[in-house]
């Protein structure tokens, strides 16, 4: 735990910093840093991901599968999984769930 705290303060030390040169606590750094990261927040940019997920050293096992994700926003986006032996197509636009 101690080692974890001690990565996080020493990479988002150089973040303590606004713009403008006044300091900033470190926890809203984090808090920052993680807002700005997120693929999936509200008001987040939309996107399209493709995954080919293979066991490493076999390329002829049943261990794999395919996953593509559209991503327009928390209430609207579609997630397809494709493996041998499972499949499954999830839309969600607003309440509805398909």
């Known amino acids: 735990m101690r080692l974890t705290l001690a990565f996080l303060a020493c990479m988002l030390g150089p973040f303590t910093q ?4 006044n300091k900033i606590p470190l926890a809203d750094a984090a808090e ?8 999936t927040a509200p008001g ?3 996107f399209h991901l493709q ?3 293979a066991e490493a050293g076999e ?3 049943d261990y ?3 996953i593509e994700e559209y991503w327009v926003s928390p209430s609207k986006w579609r997630r397809t999984i494709e493996s041998p032996d499972f499949s499954q197509v999830l839309v969600v636009n607003g309440d509805a769930v398909y």
């Open 44 to 46: 987040s940019r939309t």
């Open 64 to 66: 794999q599968a395919k």
């Open 32 to 39: 920052r840093a993680l807002e700005e990261s997120n693929l």
């Open 51 to 53: 995954v080919s997920i």
């Open 59 to 61: 390329p002829g096992s």
């Open 18 to 21: 606004a713009i403008d040169g």
